[in-house]
């Protein structure tokens, strides 16, 4: 049986791959537009179309990128929960609310780009991942804490 947490997980990728259509879908033609031949582009890096792309389209770019950052964490913290057996209860409910605060900021960033709800969104989906993270090194330390005398004199009247 799999881990329950793994759920937001794959959503949050399915997600990137949606910003991802979204942003192909939106850059390519703008790009066309601009008279930019990708066959003779060389070298150049995805902040380069900053100066020539519509703001719209390059949106959906810069979150494309946003969710190769801190999601990371997300995922290797949530990976960390499955494997310490706490990937249900608690844990699950902030997974999905940072998965669901993830994709409110990708519609935020990719349409209106208002910064201050992005920040807002950010702030929020940033203190549930430390609420994550702190929960995950809690199973860490609490499951690998020292035996008591009394424990360890019980174990071996047990054998």
Do not use: C
């Not at 949606?18 to 930019?36: D, F, N, Q, S, Y």
């Not at 290797?76 to 209860?89: I, K, N, Y």
């Not at 609420?131 to 009247?157: F, K, N, Q, R, S």
Request: net charge positive; glycine share 6%.
């Amino acid at each position: 049986m799999h881990s329950e947490i793994l759920a937001p997980v794959v959503a949050l990728v399915a997600w990137t791959l949606v910003m991802l259509v979204w942003m192909m879908a939106m850059r390519m033609p703008a790009m066309r537009k601009a008279g930019i031949d990708m066959g003779k582009l060389v070298g150049s890096k995805g902040t380069d179309a900053d100066k020539v792309l519509p703001a719209q389209a390059q949106w959906k770019a810069h979150n494309y990128n946003h969710l190769h950052e801190q999601p990371t964490l997300f995922y290797a913290v949530a990976l960390a929960l499955a494997l310490l057996g706490q990937g249900h209860g608690i844990n699950l409910w902030l997974a999905w609310a940072y998965v669901i605060l993830r994709i409110a900021h990708s519609v935020v960033q990719a349409t209106v780009n208002r910064v201050s709800t992005r920040f807002a969104l950010f702030l929020l989906s940033t203190l549930v991942l430390m609420a994550l993270t702190l929960h995950a090194g809690m199973a860490i330390v609490l499951d690998h804490a020292p035996a008591t005398p009394v424990e360890t004199t019980a174990a071996a009247y047990a054998r």
